[in-house]
């Protein structure tokens, strides 16, 4: 059975940090290119960032570059997003996503909420 487990979510204030883990199971992980989503109420999911199967590349949306970083640790079939300097823009729940041809999974999403 395939599985996407987010933890990490919760509140914090301004300038602060969280690190969201994502926890897979039921598939081979290491072949999968992995992607950080977000969803912000009445707006259009984006992704913020993403890595390929072995670390070796990742890519990051404007908005997050320099605050934000992902990595995975194939070993242990997780993936993580490291955020610092949060700000209030970044409250949104975040989805976990791997794909691998035509094979796509999603987590049930973590929520972000980034306010003082």
């Known amino acids: 059975q395939v599985q996407l487990v987010e933890s990490g979510g919760g509140l914090v204030q301004p300038g602060g940090s969280l690190r969201l883990s994502c926890a897979a199971s039921?598939?081979?992980?290491?072949?999968?290119?992995m992607n950080w989503y977000r969803q912000a109420p009445g707006k259009e999911r984006e992704l913020v960032a993403s890595?390929?199967?072995?670390?070796?590349?990742?890519n990051y949306a404007d908005s997050v570059q320099g605050r934000f970083t992902i990595s995975r640790d194939n070993a242990k079939k997780t993936g993580y997003l490291q955020m610092n300097n949060l700000k209030p823009e970044d409250t949104a729940v975040y989805y976990c996503?791997?794909?691998?041809?035509?094979?796509?999974?999603w987590g049930q999403g973590t929520q972000v909420t980034v306010s003082s």
């Open positions: 996503n791997n794909r691998w041809i035509q094979y796509e999974y």
């Open positions: 890595i390929t199967n072995n670390g070796g590349t990742r």
């Open positions: 039921g598939f081979a992980f290491s072949m999968y290119l």
